[in-house]
């Protein structure tokens, strides 16, 4: 029997749980500096970080804020983070798990809601952030922070495509656009987004997931076979190194 879309992601992540807390791309970026800009200037009590994972969001609040809630869908990955929050004296961060589609949140508990590099795992984005914006104070904020999809279909489907081989459990990197039109029907005023560009060392993006030899392979083909247009947008190296865009956006309940 095949697993669900949850599970597939739990079992996808956990065994990497480490992997995560350690992974470079993802304990540091100019996303992670504009979220530590944005919390030091408000006064957060409680912060929520969806799909944590390696859990680099919370440990960037933690030292700004009354508390913040690391929540994610893996078992795994918590243990990993709460061990990791208590080398570093964040006594502060606390763990939680399910799935961001049913919050075990009563509404109006946080003041800040953040979700970085999870949402293109979630089986269902507009129900995550209809239930952000329930479990959100009025006035409360959202920053969202992931990687994107080009607008141009064919940039697009080459980046959903070597997504999903590296990673079965990848269900979508959405668009700016798509983004902007899914928080707004789920309650939220954007604003402008901050776009950023990545880049992945092919062999640690790989190693991490540790992908099946049969999926790398797949990937190097294709990266070799594509359309010039497709190796200048990702600038995709003779290694399989390449440049993906992301962004971040701040978004408020309304």
């Known amino acids: 029997m095949k697993s669900t879309l949850h599970n597939l992601v739990a079992n996808q992540f956990g065994p990497r749980a480490d992997a995560y807390i350690q992974s470079a791309v993802h304990a540091a970026g100019a996303d992670l500096d504009a979220l530590r800009a944005f919390v030091q200037t408000q006064r957060f009590e409680r912060v929520l970080d969806l799909g944590c994972g390696g859990g680099h969001a919370s440990f960037t609040v933690a030292g700004h804020v009354g508390q913040v809630t690391a929540y994610d869908l893996s078992p795994d990955m918590l243990r990993a983070v709460a061990k990791e929050a208590q080398a570093r004296g964040l006594s502060n961060l606390v763990t939680e798990q399910g799935t961001v589609e049913a919050l075990p949140f009563a509404d109006g508990s946080f003041d800040l809601v953040v979700t970085r590099y999870s949402a293109h795992h979630w089986h269902d984005v507009p129900q995550g952030l209809r239930e952000a914006r329930r479990v959100l104070k009025p ?29 079965p459990s990848h269900v979508r990197d959405y668009s700016v656009a798509e983004w902007e039109q899914m928080l707004r029907a789920a ?9 950023y560009r990545v880049r992945l060392d092919f062999a640690t993006w790989i190693a991490r997931m540790r992908t099946r030899a049969l999926f790398a392979d797949a990937i190097r083909a294709l990266q070799q076979t594509m359309a010039e247009e497709v190796t200048a947008h990702f600038e995709i190296a003779g290694d399989g190194s390449f440049t993906l865009d992301s962004m971040s956006m701040i978004a408020a309940a309304v």
Do not use: K, S, W, Y
């Open 139 to 167: 006035g409360g904020r959202a920053m969202v922070m992931d990687a994107v999809a080009p607008a141009n279909p064919l940039l697009d489907t080459f980046l959903q495509t070597i997504e999903m081989l590296r990673d």
């Open 187 to 195: 309650g939220f005023a954007t604003d402008a987004p901050t776009l």
